[in-house]
C-alpha cells in the first residue's frame, strides 16, 4: 500500500472518531484541562467563572470595547451631526467608518485568545483531544445573543480546511464546534475550500485578501439551499476576519439574506 493511500486512511479514521469521541470525553468523569482538578469536566466550572468572564467587544469585528458608560451619565449632542444621529455602542470606531455595511453581519467572540484559551485551542487542534469540543462550544452558546443566533439560523457552516489541512489534523474543529453548538442545523460539505492557503496571521494586511480570493466555493449541486436564508459561520479563532468576510461574500453571492458568525477566541488586532 502506497504511503499517502495509508495516510489518508488514518484522516478518515480520524474523522470519523472525532464526534463519537467528542461527546464521549464530554459525558465521561475528566480532569480539568486548566488545573488539573479531578474528578472535573474537560474544563471545571471554577475555571470557567475565572478565565470566561464577560467582555464588551464590538459586534461586527469582535475586537474588545471599553466598558461602556454609566447609565445616569449623559453627554451633550454633537451639534454637527445632522439628526443628531446615534450608533450602537456595541460597534468601534473602525467598523463605523468602513461605511457600507459588510457581507458580514453579527459576529460574535466568546474569550480573548490568550491563557488558558489559547493553550487549550493547541491541545484541541494539534494534539488530537476532539474532547474539548462539548465544553469549548458552551462556551460560545453562552454569550449574549448567541443562543438567538443559533435558534434564527437556517444553517450553521463551519468555516472549512484545506484537504491538505484536514489530512495532517485528521478533523475539522470548527465542524466539531458546530456540531456540538447545532447538530441538526450544521452542513459539514456545503461551504468548501477550493484551495491551500497560507495562515493570514503570516502576512501584512494588504496581502490578507489576496491570499483568499476565490478560496471559498460551494458544493454545485447544492448552491441554492443558502438562497434566502440566514445562515450561521462558525471557527474557532478569529485572527483578521479575512477569512469570515470572504466566506460571506461568498454566502451572500449564493443569495443568502444574512450571514453572521460565531468563533471561539479572538486574536488582539494585528498590525499592518
Not at 19 to 34: D, E, F, G, I, M
Not at 198 to 216: D, I, K, T, Y
Request: hydrophobic share 40%; proline share 9%; charged share 15%.
Amino acid at each position: 500500500m502506497r504511503r499517502g493511500s495509508v495516510w489518508g486512511k488514518s484522516a478518515y479514521i480520524k474523522a470519523m472518531l472525532a464526534p463519537w469521541l467528542a461527546r464521549a470525553a464530554h459525558a465521561l468523569p475528566s480532569q480539568c484541562a486548566v488545573c488539573h482538578a479531578w474528578p472535573s469536566q474537560s474544563i471545571c466550572s471554577a475555571c470557567l467563572d475565572t478565565f470566561a468572564t464577560t467582555q464588551t467587544r464590538c459586534s461586527r469585528c469582535a475586537l474588545p470595547l471599553p466598558p461602556p458608560l454609566p447609565a445616569n451619565l449623559v453627554l451633550p449632542a454633537d451639534p454637527t451631526a445632522p439628526g443628531q444621529a446615534q450608533h450602537s455602542p456595541r460597534v468601534c470606531g473602525t467598523c463605523l467608518r468602513q461605511g457600507a455595511p459588510a457581507a458580514l453581519g453579527t459576529c460574535l467572540a466568546a474569550v480573548p485568545y490568550a491563557y488558558p484559551w489559547s493553550g487549550l485551542l493547541t491541545r484541541f487542534k494539534f494534539r488530537g483531544e476532539p474532547g474539548l469540543a462539548e465544553r469549548l462550544a458552551g462556551l460560545m452558546r453562552q454569550m449574549p445573543q448567541a443562543q438567538t443566533l443559533l435558534d434564527n439560523c437556517a444553517l450553521v457552516l463551519p468555516v472549512p480546511l484545506s484537504r491538505e489541512r484536514l489530512r495532517e489534523r485528521g478533523f475539522n474543529q470548527a465542524l466539531l464546534l458546530a456540531q456540538a453548538l447545532a447538530p441538526t442545523k450544521t452542513e459539514a460539505h456545503l461551504l468548501l475550500r477550493m484551495r491551500h492557503t497560507r495562515p493570514q496571521s503570516e502576512l501584512p494586511r494588504a496581502q490578507r485578501l489576496q491570499n483568499l480570493q476565490g478560496v471559498f466555493g460551494l458544493e454545485p449541486l447544492r448552491a441554492n439551499e443558502v438562497a434566502g436564508h440566514h445562515v450561521l459561520l462558525v471557527d474557532d479563532v478569529m485572527t483578521t476576519g479575512t477569512s469570515l468576510q470572504t466566506a460571506a461574500q461568498t454566502l451572500r453571492q449564493a443569495g443568502a439574506r444574512q450571514v453572521d458568525a460565531l468563533v471561539l477566541a479572538r486574536t488582539p488586532d494585528l498590525p499592518d
